[in-house]
C-alpha cells in the first residue's frame, strides 16, 4: 500500500491530531500506520515501522511553500519531516497531506522487477 493511501484510510478511523502520533487521535503518520494495523508502543516503534514500510520517508523534498512561509531557512527537508510539520505547524489535513505525498510517490521511478521465463 501506497503512503498516500495509508494516510486516507486511517484519516477516516480516528480525529486528527497534532504533536502526536498515535492514540484516540493520529497525526498524518499515525493515520498511515494505523491503516496498516501498526500499533505504535513507543515513539521508536512507530518510526521504524515508518521507514520499513515507506522508505519514500526518507527522500530530501523541496520544502513546501506553506512551510517555506513559516519557516524560508530550509529549501529542502525529509519528507517525514515535511509530513510532521504540514500536519502540525502549517495546520493541513492529512487528506491534504496524502495529496501531496501522492505527487512525490508518483514522481518516483519505480522499476519493478523483471521476470524472465524459465524454459
Do not use: F
Not at 23 to 36: E, K, N, Y
Not at 63 to 92: F, K, M, S
Request: some cysteine; charged content about 20%; hydrophobic content about 50%.
Amino acid at each position: 500500500m501506497r503512503l498516500c493511501e495509508a494516510m486516507r484510510l486511517g484519516a477516516m478511523l480516528k480525529p486528527q491530531a497534532q504533536r502526536e502520533m498515535t492514540g484516540p487521535r493520529t497525526c498524518a503518520l499515525g493515520a498511515a500506520l494505523d491503516a496498516i494495523g501498526v500499533e505504535v508502543v513507543a515513539h521508536g516503534e512507530g518510526y521504524n515501522a515508518l521507514i520499513w514500510n515507506w522508505p519514500i520517508l526518507r527522500m530530501e523534498v523541496a520544502t513546501p511553500p506553506a512551510l517555506l512561509a513559516i519557516d524560508p531557512r530550509y529549501p529542502t527537508t525529509r519528507l517525514e519531516a515535511a509530513i510532521v510539520l504540514l500536519n502540525d505547524a502549517a495546520g493541513w489535513t492529512r487528506e491534504a497531506i496524502a495529496d501531496y505525498v501522492e505527487t512525490l510517490e508518483q514522481s518516483q521511478v519505480v522499476s519493478e522487477p523483471v521476470m524472465e521465463a524459465v524454459a
